[in-house]
């Protein structure tokens, strides 16, 4: 008879962006016929997984510290007589900083960068098997980890994230992804319509599809012929159960037609869309290598506003990109004023190594950088908040994903992602995790809105929005 497999546990750690989420989701199922659970804290693990995010130096930074406090840990471990933790670096510092990683950092058994982590089985029976032996894996293997990747273990939730492209061809002169994730790969429709099946059997009821360029997707189809994200997006629509499908993060370059038009088409694609656009001056877009200016943003959004008029807007932005006068920040400001957004993300920009915009001799003094940043946080949270009171007193439906603290409350999103909060009587109403539910919002806060249930004066479903929604999509 085989011996038992041990049962250990494993705790992972995740910076960074929705891809590292689901790479980490990934890597458990992966680490699962090896007897490892997920543990949500550090005290009863037998191996840590840092998955690490190289955006900005501040993500590194951290790891750098968690390994600090790692190496402490383990001593007392030693100093108790109990078994050191087994300490893994993953994601993109790994992939950029592998060989330095293993040198700095003793404490570190295992780097391993995004592209090898179906490999771990290997790589931990090699440390297990010979304690003191260190692995460094940061290649970009010719077959994709998709193929190999074993399927799921358990399901992601009521809302779940689904890699279908990966890596980036941009080569924006200020961004690390292309050298820590790779050259554009897109996952053929077949493995993508399964992964998206098995996801809502296991309770899913919305995909978020991921990508660093999602929308220049390219996979290939049952026909042998390559399928845009447009075409994949109506695919998915066709799958019983599954309610949302919403997509991050894109490109304006690669936003086609077929696209745009699905946005118009679609009932399940959500009316809300992340399209970074970085900044609203035409000479610093083309410094980025953004390949596109202002003016062709403005009229990709518009086509979007044409196909779909209540759509909710975000994007990302950079202040202080290296040569960024005071004119070229007002043209962000200027943009953001005209494009208007629903929520969105800004950064000062910070010097990555081996990007070309590091080696700028203009670099923009911090000071500057922080006044930029303040001041369009200010416009953007303005616009935010504008965005969620214009929805005080409409009937939107959110997507229940988890209960309150107290009995009765509920928490969800509404198709423009933002979070709303609803109380509704538990015993009259039934369990609502994972269903669609028609609120009235009631009132606006910063990064959320207060709802109450519509149509359900005596706390019972709103039957006649229930069915029209399951005649089109039934659960
Ligand atoms: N693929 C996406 C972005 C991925 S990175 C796109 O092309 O839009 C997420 C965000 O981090 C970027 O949109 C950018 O705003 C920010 N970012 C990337 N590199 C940065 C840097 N060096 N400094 C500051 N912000 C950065
Ligand atoms: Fe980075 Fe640009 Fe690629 Fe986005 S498109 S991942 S910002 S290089
Ligand atoms: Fe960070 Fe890598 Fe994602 S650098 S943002 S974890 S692709």
Redesign the pocket.
């Given at each position: 008879m085989p011996d038992a497999i041990p049962q250990r546990k494993v705790h992972i750690k995740t910076w960074g962006?929705q891809m590292n989420v689901y790479d980490s989701v990934r890597m458990a199922d992966v680490l699962a016929p090896l007897g490892f659970s997920v543990s949500e804290t550090l005290d009863d693990a037998d191996m840590v997984i840092l998955n690490t995010c190289h955006?900005?130096e501040k993500a590194t930074e951290k790891v750098f510290s968690d390994l600090g406090r790692l190496r402490a840990l383990n001593e007392q471990r030693r100093a108790g007589g109990r078994d050191e933790l087994i300490v893994a670096v993953a994601g993109c510092v790994a992939q950029a900083e592998g060989e330095a990683l293993v040198e700095r950092a003793p404490v570190v058994d295992m780097v391993f960068g995004p592209q090898t982590y179906h490999q771990l089985p290997e790589m931990v029976v090699r440390v297990l098997e010979r304690r003191g032996e260190r692995v460094l894996n940061t290649d970009f293997p010719v077959v994709s980890k998709f193929d190999h990747l074993p399927e799921e273990s358990a399901g992601q939730g009521v809302t779940a994230f689904l890699s279908v492209q990966e890596g980036?061809d941009?080569f924006?002169t200020?961004?690390?992804?292309p050298y820590t994730r790779g050259a554009e790969f897109s996952r053929p429709v077949a493995q993508v319509l399964a992964e998206a099946r098995r996801l809502v059997a296991g309770g899913a009821r919305e995909i978020t599809l991921l990508g660093?360029?999602v929308n220049a997707y390219h996979g290939e189809g049952p026909d042998g012929r390559v399928e845009g994200l447009g075409t994949l997006i109506r695919r998915l629509a066709g799958i019983d159960g599954l309610l949302r499908i919403r997509y991050t993060?894109?490109?304006p370059k690669d936003m086609d037609e077929d696209l745009i038009a699905a946005h118009g088409e679609v009932p399940q694609l959500m009316p809300s869309l992340?399209?970074?656009v970085?900044s609203g001056s035409n000479r610093i877009l083309q410094a980025m290598n953004?390949k596109h200016d202002r003016d062709a943003y403005r009229r990709i959004v518009e086509r979007l506003r044409r196909a779909r008029p209540d759509l909710a807007l975000s994007s990302?932005?950079?202040v202080g990109f290296p040569g960024e006068s005071d004119r070229d920040f007002a043209d962000t400001l200027g943009l953001v004023a005209e494009v208007t957004y629903a929520q969105a993300?800004?950064?000062?920009?910070?010097?990555?190594p081996g990007?070309p915009?590091?080696a700028e001799t203009d670099q923009v003094p911090e000071p500057v950088k922080a006044e930029r940043l303040q001041s369009l946080q200010q416009l953007l949270n303005a616009q935010q908040l504008a965005f969620n009171r214009a929805c005080v007193g409409r009937t939107l439906d959110v997507l229940v994903d988890r209960a309150g603290r107290r009995p009765g409350q509920w928490s969800g999103r509404t198709p423009y992602l933002q979070a709303a909060h609803f109380s509704a009587p538990d015993d009259m109403a039934g369990d609502r995790h994972g269903r669609l539910i028609d609120v009235q919002i009631v009132e606006a806060h910063a990064n959320s809105v207060a709802a109450v249930p519509a149509g359900e004066p005596d706390g019972r479903p709103d039957t006649a929005g229930a069915t029209a929604r399951a005649e089109r999509h039934p659960v």
């Open positions: 962006c955006i900005r980036c941009k924006c200020f961004c690390v992804v660093q360029n993060t894109s490109h992340h399209l970074p970085q953004r990302d932005f950079i993300y800004s950064f000062k920009y910070s010097p990555r990007t915009a590091a």
